[in-house]
């Protein structure tokens, strides 16, 4: 075994191997939803072509590129302070590259040069396969470039070139929105809803279970409405898929609860390869918000969809996204979404405050509401759920559940930690024979709000 002196000694040989080889490095921070997760491993394979190899460190870089996210103001001024910090970096190195990718650079496009004169470059979603040649023109003529156009179809190339580095991964499925929810940005940074061939996606998920991946999702912003102009509907995709040879478990996000179709629903009892779990935003418990949102269902109209979709799988977990303080929201209508969400009891929800995005329609809406009556709904809101989120979890101590192993533990290093088909994480010590990327039987212990502990039994118990 390497000695930590020699290990250091491979690790700087290494590296001059890597530099007289003229490896560049990498700096990338990922902001948002598993889209910009998956962009940015896409963002990742085209550098790697062009011999950019990644650190954790903005000091070492050559290249720093922030992917943004602007869903709620909050996330787009963290952008603005995370590239700040990057500064004095350019100051001190000239020759850095500074981009910003993602929803905030669709949305702000040339803006952004303006408001940071240290920034090379501006590229959205749209444009990810023509970073190598938009870094070439940067680093010969010192250009500083935008890159925001939207094309109306898929360029394949964009796709495929993911790596996985462990036992789960992404597909993006189709890319943009149309349902122009009217609070949402998403249409307007993501662009116009369009799906990838079976085919390809098929090719893409069979490379990774290739390199090991056991878990893939798909993801969509509106997967139920998946196969317009394509070959088939997304019940036929996940069929497809569960049918790779190698893989485990088939996840999905995001369904929309409009376009949910009784097929889908059924399949879960047919294909025992997809995960217990669908996340199904619901937004709001009053009929006015969701129309004035422009959702497409009633609170009871959702109520009825998952109460079925609970009576056939007792074991599927829900869980939902909702947003307070919506233009208008009463105190009244707040309290619909309240008796909503104690009524459905999920397993967990993400809650937001109402954010006034530009473009959008509810931004003009009359009643914009203060900060304080936002705020006090959504901590009402969330301190609601934590009990309903502990409630279920104690419901499965003493239950056998099979855990995919993703690592050690984030608060306890002595610790395995993995996720549930329902996709609850369990952490549980371990015996190591397998680590990441197994699947092991574990006894729930104790519950909390956001996890569970385990133990691994005995042999034989
Ligand atoms: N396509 C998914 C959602 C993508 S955005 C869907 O339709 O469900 C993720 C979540 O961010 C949304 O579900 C919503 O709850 C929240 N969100 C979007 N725009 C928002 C805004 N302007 N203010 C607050 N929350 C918002
Ligand atoms: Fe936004 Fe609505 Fe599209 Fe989801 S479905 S991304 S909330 S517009
Ligand atoms: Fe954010 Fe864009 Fe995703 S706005 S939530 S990164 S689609």
């Known amino acids: 075994m390497d000695s930590p002196a020699s290990l250091k000694w491979k690790r700087d040989l290494l590296e001059m191997e890597q530099i007289k080889e003229g490896v560049k490095r990498v700096f990338l921070e990922t902001f948002g939803c598993q889209m910009n997760d998956n962009d940015s491993e896409r963002i990742l394979g085209f550098l790697k072509n062009i011999s950019y190899i990644r650190t954790s460190e903005p000091s070492d870089a050559?290249?720093?590129?922030?992917?943004?996210?602007?869903?709620?103001?909050?996330?787009?001024?963290?952008?603005?302070?995370?590239?700040?910090?990057?500064?004095?970096?350019?100051?001190?190195?000239?020759g850095l590259i500074v981009g910003v990718a993602g929803c905030v650079a669709q949305q702000e496009g040339q803006k952004l040069l303006k408001r940071a004169p240290y920034l090379d470059l501006v590229f959205g979603p749209h444009n990810i396969?023509?970073?190598?040649?938009?870094?070439?023109?940067?680093?010969?003529?010192?250009?500083?470039l935008v890159a925001v156009e939207q094309s109306a179809s898929i360029n394949e190339n964009?796709?495929?070139?993911?790596?996985?580095?462990?036992?789960?991964?992404?597909?993006?499925?189709?890319?943009?929105?149309?349902?122009?929810?009217?609070?949402?940005?998403v249409p307007y940074t993501r662009g116009r809803e369009v799906s990838r061939e079976s085919a390809d996606i098929l090719d893409e998920v069979t490379r990774l279970v290739e390199s090991g991946v056991q878990e893939v999702t798909l993801l969509g912003q509106n997967v139920n409405s998946y196969g317009a102009g394509a070959d088939v509907s997304f019940p036929e995709l996940l069929r497809l898929v569960a049918g790779v040879d190698g893989i485990k478990r088939v996840r999905f996000v995001t369904s929309h609860p409009k376009d949910i179709s009784e097929e889908l629903i059924y399949l879960?009892?047919?294909?025992?390869k997809l995960a217990r779990h669908m996340h199904l935003p619901v937004q709001s418990g009053s009929d006015r918000v969701l129309k004035e949102m422009g959702r497409g269902y009633t609170a009871s109209e959702y109520a009825t969809k998952v109460q079925?979709?609970?009576?056939?799988?007792?074991?599927?977990?829900?869980?939902?996204?909702?947003?307070?303080?919506?233009?208008?929201?009463t105190e009244a209508e707040f309290e619909e979404t309240m008796a909503l969400l104690m009524a459905l009891r999920f397993e967990n929800v993400f809650?937001?405050?109402?954010?006034?995005?530009?473009?959008?329609?509810?931004?003009?809406?009359?009643?914009?509401?203060?900060?304080?009556?936002?705020?006090?709904?959504?901590?009402?809101?969330?301190?609601?759920?934590?009990?309903?989120?502990?409630a279920r979890n104690l419901e499965l101590?003493?239950?056998?559940?099979?855990?995919?192993?993703?690592?050690?533990?984030?608060?306890?290093g002595s610790r395995f930690s993995g996720r549930t088909s329902c996709n609850r994480i369990v952490n549980?010590?371990?015996?190591?024979?397998?680590?990441p990327g197994a699947f092991v039987e574990v006894v729930v212990t104790e519950a909390y709000p956001n996890s569970l502990r385990g133990e691994v039994p005995q042999q034989g118990k």
């Open 62 to 94: 050559d290249l720093i590129i922030l992917n943004t996210c602007s869903v709620r103001d909050k996330a787009e001024q963290k952008v603005y302070s995370a590239l700040g910090r990057f500064r004095e970096l350019k100051e001190e190195r000239p």
């Open 129 to 144: 396969h023509k970073l190598p040649d938009l870094i070439g023109e940067i680093s010969e003529k010192r250009a500083r």
């Open 158 to 185: 964009e796709y495929g070139l993911v790596s996985a580095s462990g036992e789960k991964a992404y597909v993006s499925i189709m890319r943009g929105c149309d349902n122009f929810c009217s609070y949402c940005i």
């Open 268 to 272: 879960f009892g047919e294909e025992l």
């Open 308 to 329: 079925l979709i609970k009576r056939l799988y007792p074991d599927m977990a829900i869980t939902t996204d909702i947003i307070v303080g919506f233009p208008g929201e």
């Open 351 to 390: 809650s937001f405050m109402y954010s006034p995005r530009p473009l959008t329609r509810a931004a003009s809406f009359v009643g914009q509401l203060p900060l304080d009556v936002r705020s006090e709904r959504l901590q009402r809101l969330q301190d609601a759920q934590r009990e309903i989120s502990l």
């Open 397 to 412: 101590v003493g239950r056998r559940v099979e855990v995919l192993v993703e690592g050690t533990s984030k608060s306890d």
């Open 428 to 435: 549980f010590p371990y015996d190591g024979i397998n680590g």
